[in-house]
């Protein structure tokens, strides 16, 4: 399990905001161990990530009730969202299951992003690891394969869909088509 410290080296601090984990904890069903062990996220990762959500439909740890028919109510918070599509593209804790899911907004889509919100703050610890050792094109897609075997390890659900968020992103890093 990574510490606070790698956390906020991997971050930096400077690029962290806070979230209400231990009201969480005792607010939502999701059990305690979905939950990552700091009280802070990233405030932008480059691509894949960010809390910055100023200007944007939702606030960050907005509420959404989605209705979902006959199933009742899937109650979910807002944990970020896509860089490039803030408004449409948020992910969500699911506040029952403590899964990471990304809502689009304007379709209702739900797709799972990660199993967890602990396995959503490792992969972006990975993530940042692996973008500041990026030292070009070169070696990029060898690492980049690295990194999806690290993922899988930490998540495999997150791969379970050749067509996944974190799916397409390594696809991407490693310059293969889906």
């Given at each position: 399990m ?22 969480w ?7 305690a ?13 480059s691509?894949v990530?960010t809390?910055?959500l100023?200007?944007a ?12 028919g ?14 490039d ?7 969500c ?7 990471i ?14 199993s967890?919100f ?8 990975h993530?940042?690891l ?8 070169a ?26 968020w ?6 991407q890093l490693?310059?293969?088509?889906g």
């Amino acid at each position: 399990m990574t510490d606070s410290d790698a956390y906020l080296k991997a971050w930096e601090s400077d690029n962290v905001v806070p979230y209400p984990r231990d009201a969480w904890i005792g607010e939502f069903k999701a059990p305690a161990t979905t939950y990552p062990a700091v009280d802070f996220l990233p405030l932008d990762m480059s691509v894949v990530y960010t809390a910055y959500l100023e200007d944007a439909r939702f606030d960050l740890y907005s509420r959404i009730d989605l209705d979902m028919g006959r199933d009742g109510k899937l109650a979910l918070a807002v944990v970020g969202a896509v860089p490039d599509d803030k408004d449409d593209m948020l992910f969500c804790l699911d506040t029952g299951s403590g899964q990471i899911l990304l809502l689009g907004v304007s379709d209702g889509t739900l797709e799972l992003v990660n199993s967890t919100f602990k396995a959503l703050a490792e992969f972006l610890y990975h993530f940042a690891l692996f973008i500041d050792a990026d030292t070009g094109a070169a070696g990029r897609a060898k690492r980049a394969k690295a990194l999806r075997a690290e993922l899988t390890a930490i998540d495999p659900e997150a791969f379970a869909d050749r067509e996944s968020w974190w799916s397409i992103a390594l696809m991407q890093l490693e310059g293969t088509k889906g």
